[in-house]
């Protein structure tokens, strides 16, 4: 047997067992993970997935406190809005509202004024309730059996008014202001009080409600709990 036959029945084993092997594709070979080994650095910065306990945290809700409807300041004109609000009753609310008397604006746009109405001249006095939260607004003297506040749970805060709190003409700051928890959540309403209710206010979050009282307190007369 010559060295060429030998060459040929040495090879035959080698293709047969090379046939029979599975086939690799692309596919399989880039769906496989290759496991990190203890001794590898994870890469940190390519990965921001919070603890556990870091996002049970962050999904519980923050639980307002406050104080009773039946709470009182000893100051008249704060006591006599804390006790129409307890009440429930809309109309003792209503009586309270202290109108702010401006001229109409015929001008388009945010702010200012209150606009004026079919057949109201550019100035013509009106009376008016504002309200004011991301935009502002104004209840007409002529609306007001139509306006319902929204109902409070509880009083978050009173203060009386710094010189550094939000005032215009169009949206007189009160004297003192109180700050009430709604029904609805994480909505909180203010009432302006000057010998009444001189305006509302609308915040909308917890952060929004707190910037407004560090900003606008002079002397916290019920401090947050």
Known sequence: MNIKTISILLLVPFVILSACAPITSVESV????????????????????????????????????????????DIADVDEVLAAV????????????????????KAEGMGGPP???????????????????????????????????MKALGIFAVYSVSDSAYSEDAYPAGEYAAVFTTAEDQIFVIYQIRKGIVRMDTVFSPASRDVVIQRDALKLILAPK
């Open 115 to 149: 606009k004026c109405r079919e057949g109201e001249a550019e100035g013509t006095l009106v009376n008016v309730l504002p309200l004011l939260g991301p935009e502002g607004s104004f209840v007409h003297e002529s609306d007001l059996s139509t306006f319902a506040p």
């Open 30 to 73: 880039t769906a496989t993970v290759i496991p990190q080994t203890a001794t590898e650095k994870p890469n940190v910065a390519a990965t921001s997935i919070p603890s556990t306990a870091t996002s049970i945290a962050a999904e519980e809700p923050t639980v307002t406190k406050y104080y009773p409807l039946s709470t009182r300041t």
């Open 86 to 105: 307890e009440s429930g009753d809309v109309q003792a609310l209503r009586n309270l509202i202290r109108f702010t008397t401006i001229g109409c604006a």
